[in-house]
């Protein structure tokens, strides 16, 4: 049988990658219906651990159907010219600009002459549904700023970002070469292995006492 796997996200485009990277398990999206799910923590790790503590516990008490696991993901993008902006705010920065271009807005932000090396960085937390605290899985991938937009694949932040040796944008590349060099396809593959090894300390540990 399938692990049952909560994700704590209602962003499209993570959802359509998360079921490409993790296709041995049954993925369910967090329902429009349910409130929205806190974020607001000064780190990664911190903003992960918060959405799938929130989304476990709402979970218990309205949750439509039997899952096994709740997994948040925090990720961003880090510029070095913005001081690792917008980082753990990427998904709040965009969302201001919901009605512009976010991509632009962000490039139109570097001061001239600066540094264009960026990072993508991602957070899983996996928290099992019967309690304990959450085990994460992090991963980063260098890169650097394009000069404009490009390309109409990925989401988010992907068209202006280059991996290092590449020439190609994380929006032109295919989801084939994403789905090896992401930041996020990196932390789903430990998170897998670390499932399917039933490695000692892979499962997460016991939930802090409150």
Known sequence: MLSRILLASRNPGKLREFAGLLPDYALTAWPAEAPEIPEDGAFFRDNAGQKAAFAREWWRHHGTAPVDFVLADD????VDALWGGPGVLSARFAKRLANGDTNRALLAL??????RSARFVCVLALAPMEGGAPKFFEASVEGRLAEAPKGTRGF???PIFIP?????TFGEL?????ARLS???QA?????NCLAQRRAGCQ???EPAR
């Open 204 to 206: 997460p540990g016991p």
């Open 75 to 78: 990720s961003g993008l880090c």
């Open 110 to 115: 570097l001061p001239l002459s600066a540094p």
């Open 188 to 192: 789903a593959r430990a998170l897998r």
């Open 174 to 178: 295919g989801d084939e070469v994403k």
């Open 164 to 168: 290092e040796g590449g020439q190609e």
């Open 183 to 185: 930041h996020r396809a």
């Open 156 to 158: 988010g932040y992907d």
